[in-house]
């Protein structure tokens, strides 16, 4: 059954070395700054600066500074918990916790 053309067309490796190599990178950094948290978080922030502001170079400001500190809290979260991390099925494959981001 694996001999299947289908089959075998979904076994080959979609993109080339190089490329993996800088794809995983950027879905290791993605996975461990947890960006789309952050991002809904920053607009939430922002929306409500919105409301107690009239500057618009703060709301800037305000939204870069949450992503940059919400990404760098979930950065150190997972370095804290990666021995945890790596024992629970739904954590084992986060980047700390599998090894893929150096040796911690």
Same mark, same amino acid.
């Given at each position: 059954?694996?001999?299947?053309?289908?089959?075998?067309?979904?076994?080959?490796?979609?993109?080339?070395?190089?490329?993996?190599?800088?794809?995983?990178?950027?879905?290791?950094?993605?996975?461990?700054?947890? =960006?789309?948290? &952050?991002? *809904? !978080?920053?607009?939430?922030?922002? #929306?409500?600066?919105?409301?107690?502001?009239?500057? $618009? %170079? @703060?709301?800037?400001?305000?939204?870069?500074?949450?992503?940059?500190?919400?990404?760098?809290? =979930?950065?150190? &979260?997972? *370095? !804290?918990?990666?021995?945890?991390? #790596?024992?629970?099925?739904?954590?084992?494959?986060? $980047? %700390? @916790?599998?090894?893929?981001?150096?040796?911690?």
């Amino acid at each position: 059954m694996a001999s299947e053309p289908i089959i075998a067309a979904l076994d080959a490796p979609a993109v080339l070395p190089s490329q993996s190599v800088w794809s995983g990178a950027l879905s290791d950094h993605w996975a461990l700054t947890k =960006s789309e948290i &952050n991002f *809904l !978080i920053a607009i939430a922030t922002v #929306a409500a600066f919105c409301l107690g502001c009239d500057a $618009p %170079i @703060a709301y800037l400001h305000t939204g870069l500074g949450t992503v940059l500190v919400t990404s760098g809290a =979930s950065t150190l &979260n997972q *370095l !804290i918990e990666r021995k945890f991390d #790596a024992e629970m099925r739904r954590t084992a494959r986060r $980047p %700390i @916790a599998a090894g893929r981001s150096g040796s911690y």
